[in-house]
């Protein structure tokens, strides 16, 4: 294993108190350690915007909260969903009097656990809204498109939904604003390399050198189809075309464009990538409004990179390019 | 007189499963792993630790004590059957809150509580070959049999039969959900890791240790 | 290689076309199409920031182009120097009246080339001035501090010297800064794999699992010592250790600390080295001023990670913290 | 009559030094990747394409038109011989701007200045195993020759000899400057590639083909 790391089972929590201590100003720890709050919540009078999950693919999901994103992350074990009383801290830290938004990604084990920290909240009457995300158009088809997993097109409603928030919307206004945005995003990713697992210590798959496998979820989940490693243009248009076809804008549509690395592949190849991604979209009669392009959403040292296009209307473009501050994205 | 039980009778309730769990912890493990990611001992160990640690503690209100054990599981156990324990211990709990003895009835009711709390907390159905097709069929059984008036130990002995009956029914059928789901195919024929310890859990809690 | 790109031949360019599709508002072509340059160049009235380099280490050095800090880039292919007349495109093009400061590593080629810029600049009037970077402790002893390899320290004087120029500074000034900033500001290195260049195909060297090489330079040069992977919080002691003893700041002295990774470190990873760093650095009686934890320096697909420590004094706190907007780094 | 060269005789130099520089081109890599990366190869050709390409076009002012040569090269070469190639050239071309035609004595300034640009840019000393140790001695022969009023065919003689003369004289040596510096006693008893092209383009510069 080519990594840095002390003891497998204090991974999270090392990784943890690093981050409180590179950004004192910015983030807190809640009662437990795996909650990660802004370090200036609750803000009260607004709605309050929490996720959570594994840990191994920062910048998500802690990466988003700060100024005009999420105010809470619950942080679980490697690829490990965190448990619903650390959710539940997060909630209780960030509720500012307005409501909580739970918004995080379609796996079974934190759909089960927000849901039982939401009842625990209830009981606390604090209103709680869950929005989930599943933008991965490899993990189902569009019959069943409510199966698919999430991925890196969570970070569109985190952005969108945090500014409309930090504009003073109510719970409604917010969750109308991460459905919005959600409905009309799409990703698809592809690996050029497993990763590891500290507590495991190898890798959990293989994927031989000049391999790629189209489609392969971000914690190693089969994708679609395994194939001889293309050239970043034809890769592009794969992921492009499928993504795009799932999507279905209308000529003339704008649209955010997100080229994810996945961990080991450097942003010069990103580049490459999103070149031909952008003649695609712009052929396809779409103007992008705003481009992304770098680690957004990771699975610790996998080579690969995902896509992800969200399409915009004005209220959602404003709301993307709205300010926000958090230790790993900025905006405005 | 009316068997009932005290906080006593709960606490040795929790250790006898906290044991069985343990002990059963490298079989789940490779039930797991034919089907799963095979983590399923681990789960069970640290629940176990968690049980044990809860049991010795005492408390007055039996009902928010279990579901309390409830929530100490899913402090450490953040899985899918982590989850799915700590939901069906609170959910047990929340029909009994007040009581300082728990009889024949009660338990009857906490036992449907807590399969309808696993169901609604997982969206699985029956036959899509999870836990749920274990436990349903045990809190069916203990009802008729608490509800016809037949001893606890028989009671219990019924349970167990049931939720064991209800894990070979659907050990030939196809997984369709959780990473099993996934395996698709494959999974004909193998035992449903959660099913499995359903049977093992019920039956310590009867005192039926033995029972696999 | 488990990498993305179209024609090693057309790696760089096929980059750079990417890059400026991405951030066309932030970003534009010289007459070169290896010379970048701030979309609103040249800002009149400003003394102009220049850099340069090989391709390969995203964000240096292209990355800083921008608001607040650099004003334009010439762009070599991966790991070799840009021309000179690539560079006399971008001091052309950049120059705003007041002069030209160019930054850039120590590297034998990039020098000869900056300086045959230079002479050509002057002969069209513009009066240029360089500050080289050689922040890598690794590479030579104290006694032939100049002899050193330039790191990621540069983003700090990138960062400051951008920062006085953005505030109206005349070009001693700025220089001054420059200096001032690099004058405290050392690094180390530590490499878990290396890294390939596209047109080669094949690693340069050498590195299996389960060693590490201390002090090895961005380019695969050799570095001090090859070990057994160490915990990290070894690894983070080791290149603490060399870094403080060499720049030996006071007690009570403010500092900046980057920690830094090479490409195929997973950023969780970064910070459980960042905490133990963090440790040390108070413990020494240092405080820290502001904490980089991410990808600033890179080396294509190599895993591994470098300390940088930057001594501070309230001005260069200040332009540390003064506001900055480029496609890879947002302050303020 | 005094010996001259115009404009025809320098674009016929730069074809010769160009072939020469192509011929040369798997010698020279041979040299430097035992010493260094092995791209002079890569880079000789790449100068040879763009001299050709460049004696293609012609100048009034040979100077200038010389010192375009260097801009040339380096623009498609921006490694360190690359760039001190170029440096050679810009320099000889300034000490003769404005010139139509280049007589012995220029050609001796010319040498001089390129040696002294290419000092003055590697910021390395004679004796460094580098390029240098071949450029200075065949510069003050030329000097020498001219001054003494030796025909010019003798004169690049004497030129070629003293540059082989210096490259032998520091094969032994260590080099210590550039990536070869890097590779430290491992160099001693290898020819310095930089000195082997200098010995290659000024024989092909003066007409002497064969010389290596
Ligand atoms: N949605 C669900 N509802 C009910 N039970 C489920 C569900 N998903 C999985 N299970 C049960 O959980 C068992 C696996 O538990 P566990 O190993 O903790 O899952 P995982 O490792 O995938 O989180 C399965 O054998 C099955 O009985
Ligand atoms: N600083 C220097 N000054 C003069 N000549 C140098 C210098 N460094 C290297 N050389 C010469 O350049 C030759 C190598 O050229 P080249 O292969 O282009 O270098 P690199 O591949 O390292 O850029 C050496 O053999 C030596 O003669
Ligand atoms: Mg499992
Ligand atoms: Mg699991
Ligand atoms: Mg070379
Ligand atoms: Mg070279």
């Keep these: ?332 | 007189m009316t068997e009932s039980y005290d906080i006593g009778a709960v606490q040795d309730a929790l250790r006898r499963l906290a044991a069985a769990l343990r002990g059963e912890a490298d079989r789940l493990t490779e039930l797991d792993q034919k089907v799963g990611d095979g983590d399923l001992g681990i789960t069970a160990k640290k629940v176990a630790d968690a049980l044990d640690a809860h049991a010795a503690e005492g408390g007055d209100d039996l009902g928010q004590y279990i579901a309390a054990a409830g929530m100490a599981a899913n402090r450490v156990a953040s899985s899918t059957m982590g989850t799915l324990l700590a939901t069906a211990a609170m959910r047990a709990g929340k029909v009994v809150k007040g009581a300082s003895a728990l009889e024949p009835a009660q338990l009857a009711e906490m036992l449907q509580a807590a399969a309808q709390g696993m169901a609604e907390r997982g969206k699985a159905n029956r036959g899509d070959k999870t836990i749920l097709d274990a436990i349903f069929p045990a809190a069916e059984a203990l009802r008729d049999a608490v509800d016809a008036g037949r001893p606890l130990a028989q009671a219990g002995q019924e349970m167990v039969d049931a939720a064991a009956k209800g894990r070979d029914e659907v050990t030939p059928l196809r997984s369709r959900i959780g990473r099993a789901g996934w395996v698709g195919e494959r999974t004909e024929g193998l035992v449903d890791p959660g099913c499995a310890l359903c049977v093992v859990a019920l039956a310590s809690l009867a005192g039926l240790e033995e029972y696999r």
């Design chain 1, 1 to 332: 294993m080519r990594r840095f790391f002390n003891n497998p089972d204090t991974y999270v929590t090392d990784m943890l108190d690093g981050l409180v201590k590179a950004y004192p100003k910015a983030l807190a720890f809640g009662d437990d350690p795996h909650a990660i709050v802004r370090a200036d919540a609750p803000v009260e009078g607004k709605v309050a915007l929490a996720t959570g999950g594994g840990s191994g693919h920062l910048p998500v999901f802690l990466g988003y909260v700060g100024e005009g994103m999420l105010d809470g992350c619950a942080v679980g074990d490697v690829f490990n969903s965190p448990t619903a009383e650390q959710m539940l801290d997060v909630t209780r830290r960030i509720h500012g009097g307005k409501g909580v938004l739970y918004i995080y990604g379609n796996y079974g084990g934190d759909v089960m656990n927000f849901d039982m920290s939401t009842e625990m909240a209830e009981m606390e009457d604090i209103e709680v809204r869950t929005v989930i995300v599943a933008d991965d158009v490899a993990s189902a088809g569009p019959d069943e498109a409510e199966r698919r997993r999430g991925v890196a097109g969570m970070v569109f409603a985190f952005k969108t939904a945090g500014a409309k928030a930090a504009a003073g919307a109510s719970l409604d206004e917010v969750e109308e604003i991460a459905k919005r945005t959600l409905a009309g995003t799409r990703s698809m990713g592809v690996a050029l390399s497993p990763c590891i697992i500290p507590s495991v210590g190898k890798p959990g798959f293989d994927l031989a050198e000049g391999e790629m496998e189209i489609g392969m979820g971000i914690h190693g989940e089969p994708g679609a189809k395994r194939e001889t490693l293309q050239s970043a243009d034809e890769v592009a248009e794969r992921l492009a075309t499928a993504v795009l076809d799932d999507l279905a804008p209308a000529s003339g549509d704008r649209v955010a464009v997100m080229m994810n690395g996945l961990g080991a592949t450097p942003p010069e190849d990103l580049f490459i990538l999103y070149r031909k991604v952008h003649e695609i979209v712009e052929g396809r009669g779409l103007s992008v409004h705003k481009a992304y392009v770098g680690e957004y959403a990771t699975s610790m040292e996998m080579a690969g990179a995902s896509l992800t296009i969200c399409r915009l209307d004005d209220e959602l473009a404003g709301l993307l390019d709205a300010p926000a501050r958090t230790p790993f994205f900025q905006e405005g």
